[in-house]
């Protein structure tokens, strides 16, 4: 992905993408962004839990080894392409599946974005829209802002970046769960199933 400046006679299209809270390419880059140590192992980790098709998006947070904490999947609705409504989205989502951190002095754990949408893997305004409103929901919701990933026909691909890989794609079946991801917690029930679920889990 090449990034530059914009010549002069697109001022009217950025104050456009300005007035629907976009965030162009080259603003993403320079954000700081944290970079994931194994994006195919988090990609592979969300689509075998969330078996997203286009149109659905799965928002997740991880703490700092990379390992899921909570995550969540919905669709999006027919609608001009918004940052501040995918804001909100997102940030009822987050609100839904785990606290927030607002009373950190310095966010630990990083949300990231996964889009699964038609088109190739190019950046798009719909793009755009969904780095705005990732950013700021993280900000309201004590989070560090991470990765934006798309999934297309092509393969996934982490914007901003340049990384990516053709599997999984929009298309394929789910693989099983990556590493990165914390294992189930057992049912907290008492009695002997209870305690037949701590000996087998013992004995692994």
């Known amino acids: 992905m090449t990034f ?3 010549p002069a006679s ?8 300005s007035a629907n809270r976009l965030l162009e390419p080259a603003e993403w880059a320079a954000a ?4 994931l140590r194994n994006p195919r192992d988090v990609v592979s980790g969300l689509h075998a839990r969330h078996h997203p098709k286009p149109t659905t998006a799965v928002v997740a947070v991880l703490d700092p080894d990379e390992r899921l904490r909570a995550s969540a999947s919905f669709v999006r609705r027919p609608a ?7 804001r909100n989205v997102l940030l009822a989502q987050l609100r839904r599946v785990i606290p927030h951190d607002l009373r950190r002095r310095t966010p630990v754990r990083t949300a ?3 889009y699964c949408r038609e088109g190739d893997a190019r950046w798009t305004e719909e793009d755009g829209a969904w780095m705005w409103g990732l950013r700021d929901a993280c900000t309201l919701h004590g989070l560090r802002c991470g990765a934006y990933i798309t999934l297309t026909r092509d393969g996934w691909q982490v914007l901003g970046e340049g990384r990516g ?3 999984p794609h929009s298309a394929s079946e789910p693989e099983p769960f990556g590493m990165s ?4 917690p057992l ?3 008492g009695g002997a199933a209870s305690e037949i679920l701590r000996r087998a889990a013992a004995a692994r």
């Open 10 to 17: 697109a001022a009217a299209s950025t104050s456009a993408v």
């Open 187 to 189: 049912p907290r029930t």
């Open 80 to 86: 001009p392409a918004d940052g501040w409504m995918f």
């Open 181 to 184: 991801e914390a294992p189930p």
């Open 112 to 114: 990231v974005l996964l």
């Open 32 to 35: 700081g962004i944290p970079l």
């Open 4 to 6: 530059g400046f914009a």
């Open 165 to 167: 890989g053709r599997r």
